[in-house]
């Protein structure tokens, strides 16, 4: 794909504008500033040349206004230069590459974020100074990210994300909006989203597709806003659908995300950006007509969205989460567990009583034992979903679960509702029943008075650190360890070598 800085005026002939994301409007005010100065004109003159006001063309100049593709062809007439030399993605000069950094840095939200007062760059100016506030606005950003980065602020943000989503019930009107309108414009409908059709997005946002072997390792796609080409990684992992990461590469651009101010607004990016891929690979109208129909045959299953669609059970599983409530009225809770029990993702409405910290935070947190979330590991048969009815300190909740692996673990993905509701789903009928004493620490998370009397004081074991990072110090004679889990084996052990 050509970038619009390397074409020519005929190219835009019948535009009015020139699109806006293929040029950087601060570049392109100082390239003009440049190329006039050079000319010897004042702001008036110029104005006065091409028949426009002096504080429009000043506008431009600060990179505030959209110029008119009429306006800058007249404009380079008077200058002595293309209209392709205004549009080179370049500063003119390293001064001015250093005034636009710092003119950019004072239109971020980190800038007013701290309350700063908005500096005039001018000509007089010391380049010294220029050089002081950029290097300290980029620090004070590198601060900020590492700062905002903590576990802790990582907890917050996931309780502040997870109480907008239950006051929402996990449904977002103006997203389902968006994902509809490009499905149409591509003229897409019903069934799986082929790779054809996501390639019609990405040339109805006039992006390119390019799938690299030499990304970056920490990422999963690379954006090019200056020559509008997406670069996926070449290498095939099972754990993203190249699908989704192209979805939510031009999800992202459609959104309009920038640089995260904080963990807070990274996660919120991220959710939105993911509700929206989520929302064009299940589109709204055809998956609630098919919910529908499965609810007055009293025949949900989360396993025919995931067939359906072609799509992973999780994302078909965070899918029904959106839709339950708003367009079923089923109130429900979501889970991802890790095989060792920690809660890597939950979501709920139904009054369901997760385990959390003492801020609220689930991440890092063990599951039940008895939850269909922790049993589900038991079952060998990995063709069909589990289902368990579990009662609690706070009701009875039907469950369905799953066990997918991912490149290096096993994760288990349920889906709950309350006993009431659970009538609508396949699997109801199901005679598996538990029972949960939790948040009791007798339920599941203290040894048995036998097990202590074995093992309490004998045992040292090492903890995973990734299972508690995200986590409060958790309880236990070993931050991060299961202790029932770990008594458990070593009497196993012991009567194996008996």
Same mark, same amino acid.
């Given at each position: ?22 040029? %950087? ?31 429009? &063309? ?20 008077? &200058? ?10 370049? *500063? ?7 005034? $636009?950094?710092?003119?950019?840095? /004072?239109?971020?939200?980190? =800038? ?20 002081? $506030?950029? !290097? ?6 590198? /601060? ?21 989503? @239950? ?29 054809? *059709?996501?390639?019609?997005?990405? %040339? ?10 030499? #990304? ?15 670069? &996926?990684?070449?290498? @095939?992992? +099972?754990?993203? %659908?190249? @699908?989704?990461?192209?979805? /939510? ?17 990274? #996660? ?9 891929? *989520? ?25 025919? $969205? ?53 801020? !609220? ?77 939790? +948040? ?8 048995? +008075?036998?097990?202590?009397?074995? =093992? ?8 995973? *650190? ?12 070993? +931050? ?19």
């Amino acid at each position: 794909m050509t970038s619009l800085a390397g074409s020519d005026a005929s190219a835009w002939q019948d535009a009015e504008t020139i699109p806006q994301a293929s040029i %950087d409007p601060v570049i392109l005010g100082y390239r003009l500033r440049h190329f006039r100065t050079a000319a010897s004109l004042t702001l008036d003159e110029l104005a006065e040349k091409v028949g426009a006001t002096a504080s429009h &063309l000043s506008m431009i100049e600060n990179g505030k206004r959209e110029p008119k593709l009429s306006l800058l062809t007249e404009v380079v007439g008077h &200058l002595g230069v293309e209209i392709t030399d205004l549009l080179q993605p370049e *500063a003119p000069s390293a001064r001015a590459a250093l005034e $636009i950094s710092v003119e950019k840095a /004072q239109r971020t939200r980190h =800038w007013q974020a701290m309350g700063l007062p908005n500096i005039r760059i001018s000509s007089r100016m010391p380049t010294e100074v220029l050089e002081v $506030i950029d !290097g300290l606005t980029r620090e004070l950003r590198r /601060q900020h990210a590492e700062q905002a980065a903590t576990p802790e602020e990582a907890r917050r943000a996931n309780v502040a994300m997870r109480k907008e989503q @239950r006051e929402r019930n996990n449904y977002y009107a103006e997203l389902e909006s968006q994902a509809n309108e490009l499905l149409a414009a591509v003229g897409h409908d019903a069934g799986p989203l082929s790779y054809h *059709a996501i390639a019609d997005i990405a %040339d109805h946002l006039n992006f390119e597709l390019r799938f690299i072997s030499s #990304l970056p390792h920490s990422t999963r796609s690379v954006t090019d806003l200056k020559n509008r080409i997406i670069f &996926l990684a070449d290498a @095939r992992n +099972p754990d993203h %659908d190249p @699908r989704s990461v192209a979805l /939510q590469a031009l999800v992202s651009y459609v959104l309009g995300h920038g640089e995260p101010v904080d963990y807070k607004d990274f #996660l919120r990016q991220r959710v939105y950006t993911n509700y929206m891929t *989520a929302a064009l690979m299940m589109p709204e109208k055809p998956l609630v007509k098919m919910l529908r129909e499965r609810k007055t045959n009293r025949d949900i299953a989360i396993e025919d $969205i995931r067939d359906a669609y072609s799509v992973s059970y999780e994302s078909a599983a965070h899918r029904f989460t959106n839709v339950a409530t708003h367009h079923l009225e089923v109130e429900c809770h979501f889970q991802k567990v890790h095989e060792s029990g920690v809660l890597h993702k939950a979501y709920e409405n139904d009054g369901v009583n997760f385990p959390v910290d003492s801020i !609220g935070a689930i991440e890092g947190q063990a599951a039940c034992r008895y939850w269909t979330s922790r049993e589900v590991f038991k079952t060998s048969d990995r063709f069909r979903p589990f289902n368990q009815y579990t009662d609690t300190v706070v009701g009875t909740f039907w469950c369905t679960a799953v066990v997918e692996p991912s490149q290096a673990s096993l994760f288990s993905l349920s889906v709950g509702v309350p006993f009431e509701q659970a009538r609508w789903f396949r699997g109801a009928d199901t005679a598996e029943r538990s029972r949960s004493h939790c +948040p009791d620490p007798t339920c599941c998370r203290t040894p048995s +008075p036998e097990l202590e009397a074995q =093992w309490g004081g004998y045992a040292w074991p090492a903890a995973r *650190a990734n299972a508690h990072m995200l986590a409060a110090m958790p309880s236990g004679a070993f +931050p991060g360890v299961d202790d029932v889990a770990v008594y458990e084996f070593l009497a196993t052990q012991e009567h194996f070598h008996q």
